[in-house]
């Protein structure tokens, strides 16, 4: 009895040993280790629209409660004056300017082999500018002028001709901002480069050629933005050497009715009115105009806020039209 129990537990070892051999034998599955995410950049941000408040750009630069600024946005000071104003904007701008911007300099950042006043550059030319300003093609980009939404619209509109439409103009600028008794930076700016990439949106200019085809073909309307003076030549112009009067056909609005005396904007129920006002057709294409193309970009931002889609601005605008002998004018 003793033996045969012997024999079995041999046994039972005996399968138990192979059962673990056979266990043993099997290839185990090897465990891969987990994989890593790709390290990120922060999101792309969401543009609140084409005119941002001062409110939402605080918050941007300092977050809710002091917390930091999102590197995201990006600031921008497009101020600039008439030459007569003899107003040195740069100097301004080291004197007190929005934390973190970089001045935009109108007249620099143009076209300089023509004598019409800041005209567009070349794409290569304005990416080279945009890339010493510290500006990339990821950026939201915040526009303001020390006056309220002025030469600041000129800037938005030359981003968007040049294909970059992650910008905005804060509303009520600079005058508003220092209303409010936010913080203020001073001394020039010293960004370091980055990369920009410019091309150019033909759709959102137009050129003298097109501006006489369509004195025959009134495709678009053209929206004058310069003063009731001006426009019917009862008041001198502030450049020398130009004729008085308008482009045959065009409407006028001056830019200033498109804004409340604190600098920013009429709701878009207002913009809507005093569009409809100067006689303007929303379902036809605009082409603005006005001294130089700094205030004609002021009625595309409004028309833009308001939704229309088809809007171009005439880079010369009247100191081109005007200061030639071979252009019909009307009073």
């Given at each position: ?46 543009s609140p629209g084409v005119v941002v408040s001062t409110e ?276």
């Amino acid at each position: 009895m003793g033996s045969r129990s012997r024999s079995r537990r041999s046994r039972r070892r005996a399968v138990t040993v192979h059962r673990r051999g056979k266990r043993a034998a099997r290839p185990t599955a090897r465990k891969t280790a987990p994989r890593r995410k790709a390290a990120r950049g922060p999101a792309a941000l969401k543009s609140p629209g084409v005119v941002v408040s001062t409110e939402w750009l605080a918050a941007a630069l300092f977050g809710p409660r002091g917390g930091g600024h999102d590197p995201r946005v990006r600031v921008v000071d497009g101020t600039w004056h008439m030459p007569q104003l003899q107003r040195d904007a740069r100097r301004e701008f080291e004197e007190a300017h929005v934390p973190g911007a970089v001045f935009f300099d109108i007249d620099e950042i143009a076209d300089r082999t023509t004598a019409l006043p800041h005209m567009l550059p070349t794409p290569a030319e304005f990416s080279r500018h945009m890339s010493a300003l510290g500006l990339s093609n990821n950026d939201f980009i915040v526009v303001y002028d020390t006056r309220g939404v002025v030469s600041a619209a000129r800037v938005w509109w030359t981003f968007r001709a040049f294909g970059h439409d992650r910008v905005a103009v804060l509303d009520g600028g600079l005058k508003k901002w220092r209303a409010e008794n936010r913080p203020l930076a001073t001394g020039a700016a010293t960004p370091a480069a980055r990369r920009f990439r410019a091309k150019l949106r033909p759709a959102l200019v137009r050129g003298i050629e097109q501006m006489r085809r369509n004195i025959e073909t009134r495709r678009e309307q053209v929206l004058d933005a310069r003063s009731r003076g001006r426009f019917y030549g009862t008041e001198p112009e502030p450049r020398q050497g130009l004729r008085p009067g308008h482009i045959p056909g065009s409407f006028n609005l001056p830019y200033d009715m498109l804004y409340r005396p604190d600098g920013t904007l009429l709701p878009p129920e207002g913009l809507k009115e005093v569009f409809r006002e100067a006689g303007l057709d929303s379902r036809k294409p605009v082409a603005t105009t006005c001294g130089s193309g700094v205030t004609a970009s002021i009625l595309a931002l409004g028309l833009h806020v308001i939704g229309h889609k088809k809007v171009a601005v005439y880079d010369g605008s009247w100191t081109e039209w005007g200061g030639r002998a071979d252009t019909p004018v009307e009073l």
